[in-house]
């Protein structure tokens, strides 16, 4: 299946570098698995877009790498 979006192609960690790089707001935005009060920190999701840039979402715990 051909990609329809530009944005569909990218991986968490590259398209919240990419927003950030477009100064757009990622802090409305959610990826947490596991929690809905504060971002877990160590679900796969959290540790990708972590990856990707300095998030301004909270998180409960960052795992040591």
């Known amino acids: 299946m051909p990609c329809v979006s530009d944005l569909l192609c990218l ?9 950030l790089a477009l100064t757009a707001p990622l ?9 809905e009060d504060l971002a877990c920190g160590r679900c796969t999701s959290c540790r990708l877009r972590r990856a990707g840039a300095d998030d301004p979402v909270p998180y409960a715990s960052i795992p040591r790498s």
């Open 11 to 19: 991986l968490i960690c590259q398209s919240s570098a990419y927003g």
């Open 27 to 35: 802090h409305p935005t959610w990826s947490c698995y596991q929690r």
